[in-house]
Antibody, heavy 121, light 110 residues
Framework: EVQLVESGGGSVQPGGSLRLSCAAS????????MNWVRQAPGKGLEWVSF????????YYADSVKGRFAVSRDNARNSVFLQMNSLRAEDTAVYYC??????????????WGPGTLVTVSS | SYELTQPPSVSASPGQTASITCSGH??????????VSWYQQKPGQSPVLLMY???RRPSGIPERFSGSNSGDTATLTISGTQAMDEGDYYC?????????FGTGTKVTVL
């Protein structure tokens, strides 16, 4: 069974840092590109970041560029999101999402339960 | 900035058809020239992939869900809506390798 489990969320003051982890099981992580998607309380989904299989191609949403860094360790079946200079508007549930390639396009076919990040003084 | 606009809410009676639209703005191309995915999110749960490549259903997704995409609008249709279909629905595309989600639509089954 495909499973993604995020961890590392919590409460942090503005300007602080957090490192999120996503543990993958039930599939070979090194066969899939991965993404982070977030959802502020009561709001919609917002794509955050993409990392390809070999960590050679990485993309970020403008809202987090320069502050967040995505990485992965295929040997440890894990994906990470280092979040620095956190702001109140970064408060959200952060989801790890597996991206499956359907030849002409790709989509997020598996999601973790999410981990809540709260940025507040 | 890239935008996908959805109606905030859609309602339908059980057994009726519900349609959710997704309109593209500032995408650099017509939405119909891109491939749209749809996600369903029930309260307190993670999103689930409902449709990819405009109209293809992943394994396990009921046939009452269908999709289309033409011009500047993509549409998700639920035929024979059931109470279990209540939830939030999001369209999504890739624009210049960046993920873009729609604003979301809350579906209520009356």
């Amino acid at each position: 069974e495909v499973q993604l489990v995020e961890s590392g969320g919590g409460s942090v003051q503005p300007g602080g840092s957090l490192r999120l982890s996503c543990a993958a099981s039930g599939f070979a992580l090194d066969n899939y590109e991965m993404n982070w998607v977030r959802q502020a309380p009561g709001k919609g989904l917002e794509w955050v970041s993409f990392i390809n299989i070999y960590s050679t191609t990485i993309y970020y949403a403008d809202s987090v560029k320069g502050r967040f860094a995505v990485s992965r360790d295929n040997a440890r079946n894990s994906v990470f999101l280092q979040m620095n200079s956190l702001r109140a508007e970064d408060t959200a549930v952060y989801y790890c999402a597996r991206e499956t390639n359907y030849r002409v396009t790709s989509a997020f076919d598996s999601w973790g339960p999410g981990t809540l990040v709260t940025v507040s003084s | 900035s890239y935008e996908l606009t959805q109606p905030p809410s859609v309602s339908a009676s059980p057994g009726q058809t519900a349609s959710i639209t997704c309109s593209g703005h500032n995408l650099g191309a017509k939405l119909g020239d891109k491939y749209v995915s749809w996600y369903q999110q029930k309260p307190g749960q993670s999103p689930v992939l409902l449709m990819y490549q405009n109209s293809r259903r992943p394994s396990g997704i009921p046939e009452r869900f269908s999709g289309s995409n033409s011009g500047d609008t993509a549409t998700l249709t639920i035929s024979g809506t059931q109470a279990m279909d209540e939830g939030d629905y999001y369209c999504q595309v890739w624009v210049s390798s960046l993920g873009v989600f729609g604003t979301g639509t809350k579906v209520t089954v009356l």
